[in-house]
């Protein structure tokens, strides 16, 4: 049988030039497309202000693309810029697409320091004046007593820090020359408002005098309670416009007092 001289294994001129030609338009496609089979390529291909510039090899097939829309650059296969939607950037031919930021978004962040003027309040021992007028129905009635007296008080700080409890306050003193009275002391100081808060005073008064042991009244007993009011100093670390206001039993309408009263620490 006679073979055909045109089929064999070697290709025909005709072939050749077609391979040829279909090689040289891919390797142009690939040039003007700014992409490289390896090494650096220096060929930018912005897209709306954006700049390609690879380093090393060339992305792989499914890497991040070299054409950047809206802005951004892409170096060795990973790319970052802007969109439309928001900022972005890609690995490894993942795309994550951030939200643009929205400047009316506010975070309100916890604070550990109750005090944030840097000024915090002092707990321990405490001492001061009590001073005002009272009036009481087993003296000279409807006439004033001055009153004065010491204040002694301790401040135990709560286990958040915010609040300190008064603990261990009494007031001690006389009221002129006839009688001599004792108080306990009660109070929260709240350092974030740096008031005394649910102060009070409750306080009995003997015309005459207690015993030693301060139980025994050597005379004739009396008592009245009242709020307390105060604002506090971190500066100073002292208690200032404190007030103190005092009625007696079923006569409240009558017979009590008022004042004023110091505290500050005392080391």
């Known amino acids: 049988m006679k073979h055909n001289s045109s089929i064999g294994t070697r290709p025909s001129k005709r072939l050749r030039a077609s391979a040829i030609g279909a090689g040289l ?3 142009l496609a690939v040039a003007a497309s700014g992409c490289s089979s390896g090494g650096a390529s220096a060929a930018p291909s912005p897209g709306a202000g954006g700049v390609t ?6 992305p792989a097939a499914g890497g991040a693309s070299g054409v950047l829309g809206g802005g951004g650059v892409s170096v060795g296969g990973a790319s970052q810029g802007t969109t439309a939607q928001g900022s972005f950037s890609t690995a490894d031919g993942g795309v994550i697409v951030n939200p643009p930021v929205d400047p009316t978004i506010r975070f309100d962040w916890p604070v550990d320091n109750p ?6 309040c002092q707990a321990g021992h405490y001492t001061g004046i009590f001073l005002g007028l009272y009036t009481s129905p087993i003296t000279v009635v409807g006439v004033p007593i001055p009153v004065t007296g010491n204040v002694d008080l301790t401040l135990a700080q709560s286990t958040n820090g915010e609040f300190f409890t008064i603990t261990d306050g009494f007031v001690t003193g006389r009221a002129d020359i006839l009688a001599e009275y004792r108080c306990n002391f009660y109070g929260t100081l ?9 102060g009070s005073i409750e306080c009995k008064y003997c015309v005459g005098a207690y015993a030693l042991d301060g139980g025994l009244c050597l005379g004739l007993e009396s ?4 709020p307390v009011t105060a604002d506090y100093d971190a500066a100073n ?4 416009n404190a007030t103190w206001k005092g009625k007696e039993g079923s006569d409240a309408g009558v017979f009590g007092g008022f004042g004023t009263w110091t505290a500050a620490y005392t080391p």
């Open 53 to 58: 510039a690879s380093a090393g090899a060339a």
């Open 237 to 240: 670390q002292a208690f200032e």
């Open 115 to 120: 005090n944030p003027s840097g000024l915090a």
């Open 25 to 27: 338009s891919l390797a």
């Open 223 to 226: 008592h009245f309670d009242g």
């Open 190 to 198: 709240n350092c974030t408002t740096k008031k005394l808060e649910q």
